[in-house]
């Protein structure tokens, strides 16, 4: 075992508060998302309308090359991995992906435009909604019992950690949408509880098949990003978006403690960065950053631009804007918004090995 990767585990026993067998040494990540988490799944969906396969996206990652993040370098799971010393899940439909590379990296799911809810985002045509990602999961744990054997694999299994990350899409992309089916059926409050029964349902389904050790990211401000700010008549930021991440944060926050004492061994944690975020976008200076209304990526003056493509132009210092694009944080915000959850989670930076960073942290 490496120093690294004890310095992981000793991490991982740290903020879950779990026994670790030092017998079994790696310990992967299972992560399932939307657009702030894919590595690169929906650049193998032929038919997807959300897909981060051309330039500029990834200028700030590696060689520079897009690589199906929708970010300009890092995402927030990115960040808190990279932190707590565990390998970069690489993405399920990653053609090197085998049996031997899921037990070493873990596998990740994230599918821009995928919802918790199977009806959001339909429009985007091909994407991986929660349940769905959950269906490939069961399909990961059948190749690796055939490896393993069904003893170690749920050993596997269970030492893992998996992250959930959803949300938005249901929001932005299905609720808030005039033309949605969810915006005619649902009152602000039920559509929130029918999101977190939902979610619930689907933690406890992967409790099921061995997750014992879970993070939830919960939602920021997002009435406050770029697109849904051009949608409001004056600019600002939609104050009913903002209500009900807050309140999807709340009840959200309490079903997962509900389950982490319901469900045996269960350590399952939310985190989420809202009051940072939202700090952060009305007090851009106070944290090194110029600019948080606007997408660093854009067309023009013709907004909203539903995508960053190669004819767009960039703003000047990538590291000061909030937003990389209309919809997602750039790489600096992602690291200001990975700093909270693990203060939050109650976590330190191990001193073994300082996690790399591939774009200017902010000031703060
Ligand atoms: C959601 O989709 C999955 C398949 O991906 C299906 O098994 C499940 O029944 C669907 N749930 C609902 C409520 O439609
Ligand atoms: C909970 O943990 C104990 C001790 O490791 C183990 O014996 C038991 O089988 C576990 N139960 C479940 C449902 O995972």
Redesign the pocket.
């Known amino acids: 075992m490496t120093l690294r990767s004890a310095g992981a585990l000793f991490l991982i026993a740290l903020v879950f508060g779990v026994a670790i067998d030092w017998s079994h040494c790696k310990v992967v990540q299972f992560i399932f998302g939307d657009s702030l988490s894919d590595v690169g799944n929906n650049q193998y969906l032929s038919k997807s309308l959300a897909k981060a396969n051309l330039p500029w996206y990834g200028i700030d990652f590696g060689s520079g090359v897009p690589n199906g993040r929708f970010c300009n370098g890092r995402t927030v799971a990115d960040i808190i991995g990279d932190t707590m010393g565990l390998p970069r899940p690489p993405a399920l439909l990653d053609p090197s992906l085998n049996e031997d590379t899921i037990l070493e990296n873990g596998v990740n799911f994230a599918s821009g435009g995928g919802g918790i809810l ?2 959001t985002a339909t429009y985007f045509i091909q994407r991986f ?1 929660l ?2 990602q959950i ?1 490939l999961f069961i399909g990961t744990q059948e190749l690796i019992r055939e490896k393993l054997g069904a003893k170690a694999a749920d050993k596997f299994f269970q030492e893992s950690l998996y992250v959930v990350a959803l949300g938005s899409n249901d929001f932005i992309n299905n609720f808030l949408m005039p033309v949605s089916g969810d915006s005619w059926t649902y009152s602000d409050d039920s559509f929130v509880t029918y999101l977190v029964q ?1 979610l619930q349902a689907q933690i406890t389904l992967l409790h099921s098949l061995g997750a014992r050790q879970l993070l939830v990211f919960g939602l920021g401000p997002m009435g406050c990003i770029p697109l849904q700010r051009v949608l409001s008549t004056n600019g600002e930021c939609r104050d009913r978006a903002n209500k009900l991440a807050l309140s999807f944060n709340q009840v959200a926050s309490q079903m997962v403690d509900d389950l982490t004492s319901s469900l045996p061994n269960a350590s399952f944690r939310f985190g989420d960065a809202y009051n940072v975020v939202d700090d952060l976008i009305k007090n851009p200076s106070k944290y090194g950053f110029t600019n948080s209304d606007s997408p660093c990526c854009s067309f023009g003056r013709i907004r909203p631009a539903l995508t960053c493509i190669p004819a767009s132009r960039l703003c000047k210092d990538r590291s000061k804007y909030v937003f990389w694009d209309e919809y997602h944080p750039s790489d600096s915000a992602n690291q200001l918004i990975a700093n909270e959850m693990i203060r939050k989670m109650g976590f330190s930076r191990p001193n073994l090995s300082p996690a790399p960073s591939m774009a200017p942290a902010p000031e703060s």
């Open positions: 199977n009806e909604s349940y769905r269906e939902t």
